[in-house]
């Protein structure tokens, strides 16, 4: 079939292309004409990542970081002391890395009770403040005629107990009876390498990553690639290799207890944890423990652990003794070191069993010879005990 002439002259390539040049954007411009028109795309390009970006920022960002700045850190009373001669002593109990509210697990540990009245911190879903934790404490004890304080961190919450268990042994009138630490890391090098990998990981990408601390949106992201070593084999083959089904484990993970739960630690809470690891002054803490202050009795610091050290996959426990018996122990120390069967990390919620029956059995006894020396003290300048 035979075209007609001016339908090949419609189409004619050179005057496509001319048509094209002379219409194009900045087709007026003289001077700098190419760099003008690359500039001028590149800023019409990041006009929809802008348009996200603000979307992101409105609805994602601004109301998670106003909701936590309403946050505090709060003492829930768990259980009465089983006996009303014990009713002048709080356990507080403070959760590790990853939670906020230590209700839960001072509930588990029922037998607490048997030492007074028991406690548990709610962290700042914002971060965390010692200092302001050691005020709430000691304000909540003095106003509620409580004589005596036992404190029980579990994890990176033991870290916190110590800091508060310096506060309250120098700087207040109460009664440090003793410290309880649940495979506690003293300092970084007793956090095993992938989980202080991770740790790592995950504050770099709060630091690259805007609104990080309060965004549920990148939170999936950041929490995913926490747990990268778990889907993502960079070893096998000579290109990265996804596990499909266990990327879609950590998904359904990520999403139920990190995202759409709304009683879970923020980013930044978890920051804060690991930060409080990071910086941690656990040894000077156990030194300042370690000297007697104003005629009151040494407190006594128990570590609990699991008696195979490898079965905790968090922690070198065995590190964090060695520590401990440095710091605490020795002939005239004040350290009991409770090894448990069939424990892993600082989990009494999945082994209550093991743990009530070394608070009952070990803790309790270890603690009481100072609770009587209190009681002694407090008798003989007329006090209530």
């Known amino acids: ?15 496509r292309k001319a048509r094209l040049h002379a219409t194009r954007l900045g087709h007026q411009w003289q001077k700098f004409g190419r760099t003008r028109r690359f500039l001028a ?47 002048d002593t709080a356990v507080v109990d403070l959760v590790g890395l990853g939670n906020k509210d230590a209700t839960d697990t001072a509930r588990t540990l029922s037998s607490y009770d048997r030492i007074g009245r028991v406690w548990a911190v709610q962290y700042d879903n914002g971060g965390i403040d010692t200092k ?105 083959d000579w290109y990265p290799h996804v596990d499909v089904d266990e990327f879609r484990d950590v998904i359904d993970e990520v999403l139920t207890e990190k995202v759409l739960s709304e009683d879970v630690a923020s980013n930044g809470l978890i920051e804060s944890q690991f930060k409080t690891i990071v910086a941690s002054g656990a040894i000077d803490n156990l030194k300042s423990l370690a000297a007697e202050t104003d005629d ?29 018996v440095e710091q605490s122990g020795g002939t005239d120390g004040a350290l009991l070191v409770a090894k448990l069967d069939g424990t892993g990390h600082a989990n009494p919620n999945q082994q209550p069993v093991a743990y009530n029956e070394a608070i009952v059995g070990r803790i309790l006894p270890f603690l009481q010879p100072i609770l009587d020396e209190v009681s002694v003290t407090s008798d003989a300048a007329g006090g209530r005990r």
Request: charged share 25%.
């Open 1 to 15: 079939m035979t075209r007609h002439p001016s339908t090949v002259a419609d189409w004619n390539d050179d005057r």
């Open 41 to 87: 795309a590149v800023a019409l390009g990041t006009v929809p990542l802008l348009l996200a970006g603000g979307q992101y920022w409105v609805h994602d960002v601004q109301p998670e970081r106003e909701r936590l700045a309403l946050t505090q850190p709060q003492i829930h009373e768990v259980y009465d002391a089983q006996s009303p001669a014990d009713h």
């Open 132 to 236: 302001v934790i050691s005020e709430l404490i000691a304000t909540r004890a003095a106003d509620e005629g409580i004589d005596n304080i036992v404190l029980s961190g579990h994890s990176m919450g033991g870290v916190v107990a110590l800091e508060v268990a310096q506060h309250i042994y120098q700087d207040t009138d109460a009664n440090l009876i003793g410290v309880v630490l649940d495979c506690t890391p003293v300092d970084l090098h007793a956090v095993r390498a992938g989980s202080r990998d991770s740790g790592e990981d995950m504050l770099r990408w709060i630091g690259w990553l805007p609104g990080a601390r309060e965004s549920r949106t990148m939170r999936l992201l950041v929490e995913t690639a926490a747990r990268q070593s778990r889907f993502l084999d960079t070893k096998s």
């Open 296 to 324: 009151k009795p040494r407190p006594g610091i128990v570590f609990v652990r699991p008696r195979a050290g490898w079965k905790d996959p968090v922690v070198d426990v065995d590190y964090t003794q060695k520590i401990l």
